[in-house]
């Protein structure tokens, strides 16, 4: 791959963003075969299959790598593959490793469960590919910590898989609380309805053969096999993940991120209620944040607020002059007792994208960092993480942001980091 954008490229790719066509993969002439990014997906269950449709329909990327620990998985993502590029000459791999051993790989996608995350990218950055990976960032918050510092030393690329990030909508909040109009902001409110399913019983049994369960099971605690916490709904079991509150944290706090970087977080305190049935995340959750100069509230219920009640995952900024509502797609702003979408004189200020996905390759060929980068990716991810520790403590948690450890509690510090399963610990953590 030729990782130079020619300025005649650069100029025509400039021109389709003014004319607001950012959003879409660029579907023109292909690519010539030396400047085409060489990707394979590690993780091909439904989250995984996004990531091949969207990078296949890319005209400077060529989908080369299909892997999974499930037979099954793989072979129904190179089947789609073949939908889309006929010609394909995609190899699977069943084993990770194996993908990063390719030198003829540049970058590589991670849909995995949330406790390989970590491991892969490490490996990933340390064989010379560029990442994007799925959110959460990490299963813990010490694995963000190893992250960044591999991917530091080795100068890789890596995008988190925000995809909202993307969209106009969040450029355009991010603007607008950047430009003051709505006052000092001192408190904002995230908040995601929803409850984990109900997973009555665990149905534990042999792996099926197209399964490599102890791969799947990886750095985890060693566990037999039952199909109710494998492939989606692993995600509703704490050895593998956070529920939905770690399923959506990402997505929403994004914007106050973005729109603010809150910093000097000093205290953290979640309540919450174990899911019914086997599943043992939160069936809801409440967190109180607080940074250095802002009060950050997470509910399980919209709050009491101006527009909650009609969006199941929002975020309410309230500042001294007006407030901000706003979810995925949409916003309102109330001012002075006037409510609107927009304040035209507030100029556009943030470049747009070209698409997640895209502005990941334009990355990888510019050498610079993307929108979702490693290093603000694990700020944002990092509070979601201490709380689930004090959600399953039941203690408030006091925080030294600098030292990145609990000041109170030295059991929420062995918390940081679980310990990985010694044969499946690959990076020497």
Same mark, same amino acid.
């Given at each position: 791959?030729?990782?130079?954008?020619?300025?005649?490229?650069?100029?025509?790719? /400039?021109?389709?963003?003014? %004319?607001?066509?950012?959003? %879409?993969?660029?579907?023109?002439?292909?690519?010539?075969?030396?400047?085409?990014?060489?990707?394979?997906?590690?993780?091909?269950?439904?989250?995984?299959?996004?990531?091949?449709?969207?990078?296949?329909?890319?005209?400077?990327?060529?989908?080369?790598?299909?892997?999974?620990?499930?037979?099954?998985?793989?072979?129904?993502?190179?089947?789609? %593959?073949?939908?889309?590029?006929?010609?394909?000459?995609?190899?699977?791999?069943?084993?990770?490793?194996?993908?990063?051993?390719?030198?003829?790989?540049?970058?590589?996608?991670?849909?995995?469960?949330?406790? &390989?995350?970590?491991?892969?990218?490490?490996?990933?950055?340390?064989?010379?590919?560029?990442?994007?990976?799925?959110?959460?960032? /990490?299963? /813990?918050?010490?694995?963000?910590?190893?992250?960044?510092?591999?991917?530091?030393?080795?100068?890789?690329?890596?995008?988190?898989?925000?995809?909202?990030?993307?969209?106009?909508?969040?450029?355009?909040?991010?603007?607008?609380?950047?430009?003051?109009? %709505?006052?000092?902001?001192?408190?904002?409110?995230? &908040?995601?309805?929803?409850?984990?399913?109900?997973?009555?019983?665990? /149905?534990?049994?042999?792996?099926?053969?197209?399964?490599? &369960?102890?791969? &799947?099971?990886?750095?985890?605690?060693?566990?037999?096999?039952?199909?109710?916490?494998?492939?989606?709904?692993?995600?509703?079991?704490?050895?593998?993940?956070?529920?939905?509150?770690?399923?959506?944290?990402?997505?929403?706090?994004?914007?106050?991120w973005w729109s603010m970087n809150p910093s000097g977080l000093k205290k953290i305190s979640a309540v919450g209620e174990e899911s019914d049935g086997v599943g043992d995340t939160p069936k809801w959750i409440d967190v109180d944040f607080k940074f250095k100069r802002l009060n950050l509230h997470w509910t399980s219920v919209p709050p009491n607020v101006p527009g909650a009640a009609d969006r199941h995952i929002g975020a309410y900024f309230e500042g001294s002059k007006g407030t901000l509502i706003c979810d995925y797609s949409s916003r309102e702003i109330r001012i002075d007792g006037k409510v609107m979408e927009d304040i035209p004189e507030i100029p556009k200020s943030i470049a747009r994208s070209p698409g997640h996905q895209q502005n990941f390759i334009d990355a990888i060929k510019s050498r610079t960092q993307p929108e979702s980068y490693l290093e603000y990716a694990r700020k944002m991810t990092m509070p979601m993480h201490l709380a689930l520790i004090s959600y399953k403590l039941k203690v408030e948690l006091k925080w030294d942001s600098k030292k990145e450890l609990f000041k109170n509690s030295e059991e929420a510090n062995q918390l940081l980091f679980r310990p990985y399963r010694e044969k499946w610990n690959l990076i020497g953590a």
């Open positions: 791959m030729n990782l130079h954008m020619n300025r005649r490229k650069f100029v025509k790719y /400039s021109a389709l963003t003014t %004319l607001g066509l950012q959003f %879409l993969p660029f579907q023109g002439v292909k690519a010539a075969a030396s400047d085409r990014v060489r990707v394979a997906h590690i993780g091909l269950g439904g989250m995984g299959l996004n990531h091949l449709n969207w990078f296949a329909n890319l005209s400077d990327v060529e989908v080369v790598g299909i892997c999974d620990v499930d037979q099954e998985h793989a072979e129904i993502a190179l089947s789609k %593959l073949k939908e889309i590029h006929p010609e394909t000459k995609a190899k699977i791999y069943s084993d990770f490793r194996k993908v990063l051993e390719n030198k003829e790989i540049d970058a590589v996608t991670i849909a995995t469960p949330d406790h &390989w995350h970590a491991q892969i990218a490490i490996l990933a950055f340390q064989a010379g590919k560029d990442v994007y990976s799925e959110k959460p960032l /990490s299963y /813990s918050q010490r694995e963000g910590k190893l992250m960044l510092q591999s991917q530091q030393e080795t100068g890789r690329i890596f995008q988190l898989g925000t995809q909202i990030h993307a969209g106009d909508n969040y450029h355009r909040v991010a603007e607008i609380i950047q430009s003051g109009v %709505l006052g000092k902001i001192k408190t904002v409110r995230l &908040w995601k309805t929803g409850e984990p399913p109900l997973i009555e019983k665990l /149905s534990y049994q042999t792996p099926p053969s197209h399964l490599d &369960w102890d791969m &799947w099971l990886g750095p985890a605690p060693l566990s037999d096999y039952a199909p109710e916490k494998c492939h989606f709904s692993y995600r509703y079991f704490l050895e593998y993940s956070g529920g939905v509150f770690q399923d959506f944290w990402c997505h929403i706090a994004d914007i106050v």
